[in-house]
């Protein structure tokens, strides 16, 4: 199984600051056959159910704002929140999609500061 | 609207059977492979089961393989999970989820999830 680790396990960052989430897997997530690496990004709210915010490790998902951001390659992630509001306080969680069993990270929650 | 509805979820024994359902709708359901993910309560996400979309191929993770079972009734949008032996480890809220893009492969981020149907394992 694919392990995934984040880093911090929890965060707070002042309003309008930036928050920066590490993520690292075992086994590198880029796939030969398509040259893309197998990472999404999902942010949960409080009695809600997970949201995609980045896929293919930097694609963000439609109608996410662009202050969310993901970068990295190989085992090495990073999702970016460039200005922090209010309503992303959440935990958010990488995930592989690169083989089953599918395998997300520990969770790493935002709050304010 | 693209939405998906979990449902069956309840109070059961250890050593007992549940079947959940994942009702689908807004989407061309048989196209796009489908996926059961767990949360216990306070813990993180742990994938448990996936579906490609013809149903001809399915994975489990090692938790599960051998008690659960996944299926899909195309003709209805429906998404199954079939859960046997339960223990108290498997308490936990179940969601369904599909995939971001039509195709034949299991190998894409969830796009589409639902709400969860909480399954308790308790004498």
């Known amino acids: 199984d694919i392990v995934m680790t984040q880093s911090p396990e929890s965060l707070a960052v002042s309003l309008g600051e930036r928050a920066t989430i590490n993520c690292k897997s075992g086994?590198?997530?880029?796939?030969?056959?398509?040259?893309?690496?197998?990472l999404a990004w999902y942010q949960q709210k409080p009695g809600q159910p997970p949201k995609l915010l980045i896929y293919w490790a930097s694609t963000r998902e439609s109608g996410v704002p662009d202050r969310f951001s993901g970068s990295g390659s190989g085992t090495d992630f990073t999702l970016t929140i460039s200005s922090l509001q209010a309503e992303d306080v959440a935990v958010y969680y990488c995930?592989?999609?690169?083989?089953?069993?599918?395998?997300f990270g520990p969770g790493t929650k935002v709050h304010i500061k | 609207e693209v939405q998906v509805l979990e449902s069956g979820g309840g109070l059961v024994q250890p050593g007992g059977s549940l079947r959940l359902s994942c009702a689908s709708s807004?989407?061309?359901?048989?196209?796009?492979?489908m996926n059961w993910v767990r949360q216990a309560p306070g813990k993180g996400l742990e994938w448990v089961s996936g579906i490609t979309g013809s149903g001809a191929t399915l994975n489990y993770a090692g938790s599960v393989k051998g008690r659960f079972t996944i299926s899909r009734d195309n003709s209805k949008n429906m998404l199954y999970l079939q859960m046997n032996r339960l223990r108290a480890e498997d308490t936990a809220v179940y969601h369904c989820a599909r995939v971001r893009s039509s195709g034949i492969s299991l190998l894409d981020a969830f796009e589409i999830w639902g709400q969860g149907t909480m399954v308790t394992v308790s004498s």
């Open positions: 995930q592989q999609y690169l083989s089953t069993p599918f395998t």
């Open positions: 086994h590198s997530l880029l796939y030969s056959s398509n040259n893309k690496n197998h």
């Open positions: 807004g989407f061309s359901f048989s196209n796009y492979a």
